[in-house]
């Protein structure tokens, strides 16, 4: 069975940072492609990140350009989401999911598995 977890969320000030952490288990992780994704009270979930297999290729929202980046640790199974200079407009749940092959995608519907969010919150 395939799980993923995040962690690192938090209540923090604007202008701080916080680094998410998604560990994986249960399939292959060096294999697929990762992302990160988000989801603001009352909006739609949200493209954040995402990262090649092998960490070669990044690509990320407008919105976070800049600001966050994205890495991975294929002997740990784990991907990361260094977040810094952050805003109250960052507020959200974030997600971690698994693509269905190498490369990352913008689109939701080619992740295939997903974690349960963590809780970032950014105060003014």
């Known amino acids: 069975q395939v799980q993923l977890v995040e962690s690192g969320g938090g209540l923090v000030q604007a202008g701080d940072s916080l680094r998410l952490s998604c560990a994986v288990s249960?399939?292959?992780?060096?294999?697929?492609?990762m992302g990160w994704f988000r989801q603001a009270p009352g909006k739609e979930r949200e493209f954040v990140a995402h990262?090649?297999?092998?960490?070669?290729?990044?690509y990320f929202a407008d919105s976070v350009k800049g600001r966050f980046t994205i890495s991975r640790d294929n002997a740990k199974n784990t991907v990361y989401l260094q977040m810094n200079s952050l805003k109250p407009e960052d507020t959200a749940v974030y997600y971690c999911?698994?693509?269905?092959?190498?490369?990352?995608?913008?689109?939701?519907?080619?992740?295939?598995?997903w974690g349960q969010g963590t809780q970032v919150t950014v105060s003014s």
């Open positions: 999911a698994q693509s269905r092959d190498g490369s990352g995608w913008l689109d939701e519907w080619r992740y295939v598995y």
């Open positions: 990262i090649s297999w092998n960490g070669g290729s990044t």
């Open positions: 249960g399939r292959t992780f060096s294999r697929y492609a």
